[in-house]
C-alpha cells in the first residue's frame, strides 16, 4: 500500500485554517513542525505555542488523486501559499525498523556504548546498554544525555547507589548498573517512561537492581549520586527536594540546562553544594556538585 504525503510552509497564523482544509480533503493526519530553527523551551503548563514559521505535512491515502487534490487546495488557498505546495509519494515499508536503521552504536567516555539491538561492537571491555529509541525521552544522542553518560563513564561507581530523577527511558540508571552502581532508583511522572525503564532494564539485565517510582511514588532514601536531566525551571523549583535526596559528601548531576540557564541553576544549588564549573556541549550544560551541608 502506498500513501500520498503533502508538505505546505505557512505563517503560524494559518495553522488552524490549514488543519481544517487538509482534514475537509481528507487528510488521515496533519502535523507541525519548524520550518526554520526556532527552538520552543520550557512551556508552561497546559501552553501550547508553534514555531513563526512551520512545515504543515498531510498524510493522505495512495488512492487519492493528487491532481484532484491539489486542485482543490489551490481552490481554497492564495497563489503565494499554493505555489509552496510538493506532493510525495510514500511506498509501504515497515517504518519502525526504517527509522531504526538511522542510529548506531554511539560510545560515551572510554567504554561505554549505547546499541540499538543486535548491532555489533568492536571493543573487547565494552560496557554495553541495548536501547531501541522508542516514546520515552534518552537515546544517546542528545547533548544532555551523552553529558551525563561521559560522566558515568569517568565516575567510581562501583557499589555506590544512584537516583535517576526523571528516567524517561532508563538510560542513565541502566548505564550506572552496567558500570559498577550497587542500586539505582528511577522516577518519572510519565507512566510511558516507567514501563519503557522497565522493559529497558529486563533488557539489559539489570532489572533486579533499579527501583521505579512513578506519578505520586515519592523516594525517601538518598542516594550517593542523583541525576536529573530535566528541564532548568523544574530544576530550580526542586532544588531543595532534590538536595534531600543526596547523602553527605554524595554527587549531583544535573543536565537540560542551556548555556544562558548555567548561573541560575547553579546559583539554586550552592546552598547545599560546592557547584563545579559547568561542561558544555553544543549549548547544552551539565553541572556537578557536591554535598557538602
Known sequence: MS??????????????????????????????????????LELGPGETRLWSQIRATALFPGDQDPDSLRAGLARALNADICRQLTLEILEDQEW????????????????LWVRPNG?????????????DPGLAFGT?????????????????????????????????AIAALKLGARIA???????????????????????ERLELYGPGDAIREPADILLANILSGTLITLAE?????????G????????AHQAEE??????????????????????LHGLRVR
Not at 551525563?148 to 561507581?157: H, M
Open 3 to 40: 500513501w500520498l504525503q503533502l508538505h505546505l510552509t505557512i505563517d503560524k497564523k494559518l495553522a488552524p485554517q490549514i488543519e481544517q482544509l487538509f482534514e475537509d480533503a481528507g487528510a488521515l493526519s496533519v502535523t507541525f513542525a519548524d520550518a526554520g530553527d526556532e527552538p520552543i
Open 96 to 111: 519502525e525498523r526504517s527509522w531504526l536503521d538511522h542510529f548506531h552504536p554511539m560510545r560515551f567516555g572510554r567504554r
Open 119 to 131: 548491532q555489533a561492537i568492536d571493543q573487547t571491555d565494552a560496557l554495553v546498554v541495548d536501547l
Open 140 to 172: 544517546g544522542t542528545h547533548p544532555t544525555t551523552a553529558l551525563c553518560l561521559e560522566w558515568l563513564d569517568g565516575a567510581a561507581l562501583t557499589d555506590r547507589s544512584i537516583i535517576d530523577f526523571g528516567c524517561g527511558s532508563g538510560i542513565l
Open 185 to 207: 532508583f528511577g522516577a518519572d511522572h510519565d507512566p510511558q517512561a516507567i514501563l519503557a525503564s522497565r522493559d529497558n532494564a529486563m533488557k539489559n539485565g539489570v532489572s
Open 241 to 249: 527536594t532534590l538536595a534531600e535526596l543526596v547523602k553527605p559528601g
Open 251 to 258: 554527587d549531583l548531576l544535573l543536565s537540560g540546562i542551556l
Open 265 to 286: 541553576v547553579s546559583n539554586a544549588f550552592k546552598p547545599w553544594f560546592r557547584m563545579d564549573p559547568p561542561r558544555e556541549h553544543d549549548e547544552w550544560i551539565l
